[in-house]
């Protein structure tokens, strides 16, 4: 094969016919520059016009005939401001009217007598039967049509750029294809009975029949899950490489952990504890998810684990999200810990630098310690004198980038224990958690107070504030979540700033208002959250940097302003704010219940408190890119492959594993480990 051959990808779209400089300016908009990137950009939906029928026995509804332009005129509609083009066609078997609008161009292509193919929707006008703006090609013999008389591309149509512009580019590179390189090992395609890439790429857009399209579907959504699955068995096994210190099993420090304690741990706590004890003994690190709903008891489950470690001589390390989380887990942890003898250091961003320096040093000598912090621990200055075990609070997952860091910091890579409470489903866990060993809590301690979630239109607001009022009077707490810090001009959603001025000056104006958001000092922050905390703030208005782990016993109500532009899993997570003391607990979820699809999916979150199921309900109304977009940023751009067919993925898992179960496959298949290596570097914390 020449280069020349597969030239043609790399060409900028601006030299391709029929596109001129705003055509590729719309592209360029959807990230699409050449013609490579052209051809894998697949059409949204398709509409079946391949049926050809006679006038006489069309029905309304989609319908494609053949016949020629009996009359065809243009005119100009004073009345509507409009350009109309009318035609009749005929078949012989009978006539239908046409109208188009603002197409006058199309009376001189379409002259008298032109044979023709129309393919849209037929309805009823006036009693006669009449087509609006319906596609119309001319009937030339060998040439392939477009738009009519075939399973029709529609492609997703942003930047006011149309499908039928979209497939006469598309069209013409269909030749090409021939000469693009597949990637795809050989044996693996025949095993798993896929198509080439070239078949696939072809009938992704121009179909001829719906098991064409399937096949190419089949074959496209294969590619997209097995790199992906590849890349999370490939970072497993390079785990498992790694030294890691074995932490011995000590049943007394377990007693003596759990004494302190002062509680029993549920059996989930013991089977993920256990789960997690036995890594630790292992001399290659561990790599686990510790999953669980908010206020499930991860955070105990992994003192324990860092108790055994800092009893092996090991250092400890709790990384989470924000600083408000860090000193609230400081100041939970220290005095535990401090029974059992072991010191608590703290390392943030912002700290005064003498603080911070003297912070670091204790990190560098090998006194066992736990140590919390933010992301500040992956900081440059950072260095770890025995670290053992890396705990990660409410994130996803730890990239390899992050893992690279902490190996260089503490000299080897640490055994890492992830802990989120967003529930990850099944399907996902196959995917992009492929290289993440998983412990699940699924229970609360007993003797929590249940939430009543209530879904009220934003009309009902009113009768709301006088709930939280109640509430309020009688002692307790509220937050407040809004989903902006500022008012937007584009979005016609609440901002916290906005939203706290119009409460503190109206409906809660008897009350104390507070503000919190990721913006504020993190002094700032901090204050707040102490002053909520303590009590001398009654209602908090706030955006979801309180979504993680905050936890104010007293507070009683939740309360979400345009609960519709958030996941179900986040509004999970934000109900978990409250329900953490003695006292009944409430969710209130203001939306403008009659736009559309609202309904269906805030119902789910009113109905259920499993955050499983909430999980999956969202992974299929909403998809994965909106629920894990945070952690994923390019990483899982799935077209074609739908992360909740679990059968199409386990067997495309199985594929993947035995193509590695072949320890020569990567050296033999270049072009896949190179695939590997870009995937690789994409699943990183931000
Ligand atoms: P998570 O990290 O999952 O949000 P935590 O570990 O912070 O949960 O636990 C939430 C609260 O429940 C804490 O106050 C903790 O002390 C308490 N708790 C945890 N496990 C138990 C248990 N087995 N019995 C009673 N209380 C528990
Ligand atoms: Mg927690």
């Not at 509220?478 to 001025?501: G, H, W």
Request: glycine share 6%.
């Amino acid at each position: 094969m020449t280069t020349s051959e597969h030239d043609w990808q790399t060409r900028p779209v601006e030299s391709l016919t029929g596109v001129g400089s705003a055509l590729a300016a719309k592209l360029a908009r959807l990230g699409i520059q050449t013609a490579g990137e052209l051809v894998r950009h697949y059409p949204r939906r398709y509409d079946d016009f391949s049926q050809i029928i006679p006038i006489k026995s069309m029905r309304p509804g989609k319908v494609t005939f053949k016949g020629q332009i009996e009359r065809i005129a243009a005119r100009y509609a004073r009345g509507r401001k409009l350009h109309l083009t009318e035609a009749i066609i005929t078949d012989g078997t009978g006539t239908v009217k046409a109208i188009w609008f603002n197409q006058s161009y199309l009376a001189k292509t379409f002259v008298q007598g032109t044979p023709v193919l129309l393919s849209g929707e037929l309805k009823f006008v006036r009693n006669d039967l009449a087509m609006q703006s319906p596609a119309i090609e001319k009937t030339e013999a060998g040439r392939a049509t477009k738009s009519t008389a075939r399973i029709v591309p529609v492609y997703g149509e942003t930047s006011g750029l149309s499908s039928k512009q979209l497939r006469a580019v598309m069209l013409p590179l269909m030749p090409l294809l021939a000469t693009i390189v597949d990637e795809l090992p050989e044996t693996v395609r025949q095993q798993n009975q896929l198509v080439d890439l070239a078949t696939a790429l072809q009938h992704i857009h121009f179909p001829e029949n719906q098991s064409q399209l399937a096949a190419a579907k089949a074959r496209l959504a294969f590619d997209e899950l097995w790199y992906l699955m590849l890349t999370s068995l490939v970072i497993k096994q390079e785990i498992a490489t790694e030294p890691a210190p074995a932490i011995g099993f000590e049943v007394e420090v377990a007693q003596e952990f759990t004494r302190q304690l002062g509680f029993e741990l549920t059996p989930h706590q013991k089977q993920a504890a256990w789960e997690i004890l036995q890594d630790l003994g292992k001399t290659t690190p561990m790599n686990r998810l510790l999953e669980g709903d908010v206020g499930s008891g991860k955070t105990v489950v992994a003192a324990m684990a860092a108790t055994m470690v800092m009893y092996a001589g090991y250092q400890a390390a709790l990384m989470v999200p924000t600083e408000v989380l860090a000193r609230q887990h400081a100041a939970s942890l220290e005095p535990l810990f401090a029974k059992l003898g072991y010191p608590v250091s703290l390392v943030l961003g912002g700290q005064p630098a003498a603080a911070a320096r003297a912070a670091r040093q204790s990190l560098q000598t090998t006194e066992p310690r736990l140590i919390i912090g933010t992301q500040a621990l992956l900081s440059d200055a950072t260095r770890f004198g025995r670290l053992g075990l890396v705990i990660v609070d409410e994130q996803h997952r730890f990239g390899v980038n992050q893992r690279q860091l902490l190996k260089s910091k503490a000299g080897s890579l640490p055994h890492l224990l992830t802990m989120t409470a967003t529930p990850i489903p099944r399907t996902l866990q196959l995917t992009v958690y492929g290289d993440l060993d998983i412990s699940i809590i699924g229970a609360v301690p007993p003797g929590r107070t249940a939430i009543t979630t209530k879904l009220a239109d934003t009309a009902k607001r009113e009768e709301v504030y006088q709930f939280v009022r109640e509430q309020l009077t009688a002692g307790r707490q509220a937050f407040v979540v809004c989903p902006l810090i500022e008012d937007s001009d584009t979005r016609q959603v609440k901002s916290v700033t906005s939203e706290y001025e119009r409460l503190k000056f109206g409906p809660f104006t008897r009350y104390k208002v507070g503000l919190l958001h990721g913006r504020l000092s993190a002094a700032d922050k901090a204050a707040v959250m102490d002053q909520f905390a303590a009590g001398s703030i009654d209602i908090l208005v706030t955006t979801t940097v309180i979504e993680v782990g905050v936890n104010v016993p007293n507070a009683t109500v939740m309360l979400i302003e345009n609960a519709e532009t958030f996941g179900l899993a986040a509004l999970h997570q934000l109900r978990g704010r409250v329900g953490r003391g003695e006292h009944a607990s409430y969710c209130y979820l203001l939306a403008d219940t009659k736009s559309t699809g609202t309904l269906e999916r805030l119902r789910a979150i009113e109905k259920s408190t499993d955050g499983f199921r909430l999980a999956q309900i969202d992974l299929e109304l909403r998809g994965p890119g909106q629920i894990y977009g945070r952690m994923q940023h390019g990483q899982l751009e799935l077209d074609q492959a739908d992360l909740t067919d679990v059968a199409t993925l386990t067997k495309v898992r199985q594929s993947a594993l035995k193509f590695l179960s072949d320890p020569q496959s990567l050296v033999k298949y270049p072009q896949v480990l190179a695939r590997i290596n870009a995937l690789k570097s994409l699943t990183s914390l931000d």
